[in-house]
């Protein structure tokens, strides 16, 4: 794994880096290249924001061991449930055409047409604009990419959080 000498701090520092990155790179492809992200996109964005969040807090505050626990665990489940929500749009994007469920309202008219418990349910289960991939990159879709970056930072959270060392 990583070696000994990697402070908790430090991984938790290039995790809020990465996660920072990761949203520039999906506000470029939404304002520069023009990709309007899907409810499950949006979705994922608010887990990839908490736990770049969560780390950047962590990476401030210098916790002692149980405090970086707590930080890794907390980060470790914000990338669990964020990959929940990729996992389940890479499913919705493997559908055949027929099957895909139909396409929902934008987000902006969802909130302002529904009651916030209902918009909520429906960014959390997504719709037919989820099942088209609109860019990929070597042959795999931005919630695949997402995926494994989820998979990534909750790795080196955990090891971070159960470490011996600080």
């Known amino acids: 794994?990583?070696?000994?000498w990697i402070r908790s701090r430090q991984v938790f520092l290039g995790i809020f880096i990465?996660?920072?990155l990761m949203m520039g790179f999906g506000y470029w492809l939404q304002y520069a290249e023009g990709l309007e992200p899907c409810p499950l996109c949006m979705t994922q964005r608010i887990f990839i924001t908490l736990a770049g969040l969560s780390a950047l807090v962590a990476a401030?505050?210098?916790p002692g061991r149980a405090g970086i626990r707590v930080y890794g665990?907390?980060?470790?489940l914000w990338c669990l449930v964020g990959g929940g929500f990729s996992l389940r749009h890479l499913w919705?994007?493997?559908?055949?055409p027929g099957q895909a469920p139909a396409c929902g309202p934008d987000l902006a008219y969802m909130f302002d047409?529904?009651?916030l418990k209902d918009?909520?349910?429906l960014l959390l289960r997504g719709d037919g604009n989820c099942a088209e991939v609109d860019w990929a990159f070597l042959g795999v879709a931005i919630p695949g990419w997402t995926l494994l970056a989820f998979a990534v930072i909750a790795t080196l959270a955990a090891w971070s959080a159960l470490r011996p060392r600080t």
């Open 1 to 4: 794994m990583l070696p000994a």
């Open 113 to 115: 047409a529904f009651p």
């Open 92 to 96: 919705l994007q493997s559908l055949p």
């Open 119 to 121: 918009a909520l349910l």
């Open 73 to 76: 665990s907390l980060v470790t």
């Open 18 to 20: 990465a996660t920072a």
């Open 60 to 62: 401030l505050h210098g």
